[in-house]
């Protein structure tokens, strides 16, 4: 429970949709741009060169309070990640503000990026169930600032909105990129079940406040469209290669004919964004260039699509547009578990799309799409799910060698069990820095909802099950039972 709010920070109202309540967002978000160039990513803590990997387990329970959360950083080096160059982080942390309460669900939703411009990522944790003063579930983001030696809770700093309601659950989503040149670091976009709000670095802040000031959004918010999309997540690209990265929010609309995925696209500018149109596609979307020419390109999942127009979609759908000098492109190409060449069937439930992740896999210069489904069925066992890769090429995305695990699948450790929902996160990354980028796959329903996670590495073949290992909570010397460890993983 947060008191004292005297790093509060004013909110800015920026509804997507008219007259409709907005429902909560995934636990994480991707986000492939970063630091002080648009096509950097963003997840270097202590600018050692490596990637490292900020892991969520909303559901932990810390100083005896069930549900805190806490987060774990695996610092990246010429080993890649391993179990014991580890931070770990919670409201108990000295310095981290705030104290371990039941619900708070700390790390929920985690993003990195560069805020002030030092040349070390920072973390942002979002903590939606975090009650201020008697308003329950008001919400909270935590920044953990890097350094040459790593995160650290020293120093953090916190957000929340000017005036918290009951049940608003600021920080659900989260996203930080290059977005303007109107700061030297970037900028920190944060969702809540009502708003989109926007902070940058200020080194001057004032007394008692957090150094990051709201950016007006008034402008953007009047140039959307009134269509009715209930935003669920946020990711960015520099879809127009013009050096500042772009922002999608993507989510579903409600209304006469709900449940559709669409999203709302912002282009990065070095005036500050600027509002284009919106586009069919969500609520899930990562970001990378698949056909290596240099603009990225916008990948979106919609785990349940409803039928369209006659069309049975609710297997999931994965869509595609390619960036241009004019930025994203308004068609798209459309894949489901029944286009050719993709391993497995279309069926009722998978969730295929449920999570994305976009990056170069076996270092020939064109990204790879890393597909999700939570809910897909293996044999008569129920929602045990499963992971996609399919590959990049200049054509852009394509099925030639898509590969396909599960939990049953050879040299994947373990058995495929009802609820695991294997593939609910998956994270492309490359923290041996060798230009191949592995897979992470979380399962948070493993082990009664322990949640464990999946190391695949990668070769000049891509991702391949040889040599797959897992680890969870307890692997990495935090509370591990009823966890939800994997929950979230920053892109």
Do not use: C
Request: proline share 4%; hydrophobic share 35%.
């Amino acid at each position: 429970m947060r008191k004292n709010r005297s790093a509060a920070l004013a909110a800015a109202s920026f509804l997507l949709l008219s007259g409709a309540g907005i429902v909560a967002a995934p636990s994480a978000v991707a986000g492939t741009p970063g630091g002080t160039h648009a096509d950097d990513r963003n997840s270097d803590f202590n600018g050692d060169g490596y990637e490292d990997v900020l892991v969520g387990a909303p559901g932990a329970t810390v100083s005896g309070h069930k549900g805190a959360g806490l987060v774990t950083v695996q610092y990246g080096s010429t080993r890649g990640i391993d179990t014991s160059s580890v931070g770990r982080f919670s409201q108990s942390t000295a310095g981290v503000a705030g104290a371990a309460e039941a619900g708070d669900n700390f790390g929920k939703a985690v993003a990195t990026g560069d805020l002030d411009g030092d040349g070390f990522d920072d973390a942002i944790v979002g903590i939606p169930g975090e009650d201020l003063g008697d308003t329950a579930d008001a919400g909270g983001v935590a920044i953990l600032w890097g350094s040459k030696q790593g995160l650290s809770g020293a120093a953090s700093d916190w957000l929340e909105t000017q005036e918290p309601t009951k049940g608003e659950q600021f920080g659900l989503s989260l996203a930080a990129a290059h977005l303007t040149g109107e700061t030297p670091g970037d900028v920190l976009a944060v969702l809540d079940r009502d708003d989109l709000e926007l902070f940058a670095y200020d080194a001057a802040p004032q007394p008692g406040q957090a150094p990051l000031r709201r950016q007006a959004t008034e402008r953007l918010a009047a140039a959307a469209e009134e269509r009715d999309i209930v935003p669920k997540s946020l990711t960015t690209g520099d879809y127009d290669d013009n050096g500042y990265a772009d922002l999608v929010v993507s989510g579903v609309t409600v209304g006469e004919e709900p449940g559709h995925g669409w999203s709302a696209y912002f282009s990065g500018n070095a005036d500050g964004l600027r509002y284009e149109h919106d586009l069919r596609g969500g609520p899930v979307a990562a970001s990378g260039d698949i056909n290596h020419d240099g603009f990225d390109d916008l990948v979106t999942g919609e785990p349940n699509s409803p039928d369209d127009g006659g069309e049975t979609m609710t297997g999931g759908l994965v869509g595609v547009r390619y960036g241009d000098e004019n930025g994203l492109k308004e068609e798209a190409k459309w894949w489901t578990q029944d286009s050719a060449g993709v391993p497995g069937t279309a069926e009722r439930g998978d969730g295929w799309g449920g999570d994305l992740s976009v990056a170069d896999t076996n270092g020939d210069g064109y990204a790879d799409v890393a597909i999700g489904a939570p809910g897909e069925d293996i044999g008569t066992v129920a929602d045990a799910g499963a992971v996609w890769v399919l590959r990049g090429a200049e054509v852009g995305l394509t099925s030639a060698g898509a590969k396909s695990w599960d939990q049953n699948s050879a040299d994947i450790p373990g058995v495929a069990e009802k609820g695991d929902k294997w593939g609910a996160q998956v994270r492309l990354t490359d923290p041996n820095r060798d230009g191949r980028f592995g897979l992470l796959a979380a399962a948070p329903g493993e082990n009664a909802g322990d949640g464990v996670v999946w190391v695949l590495s990668a070769g000049t073949g891509g991702v391949t099950a040889a040599g797959s290992w897992t680890y969870g909570g307890d692997s990495l010397g935090t509370p591990g039972t009823a966890a939800a460890f994997g929950a979230a993983i920053d892109e």
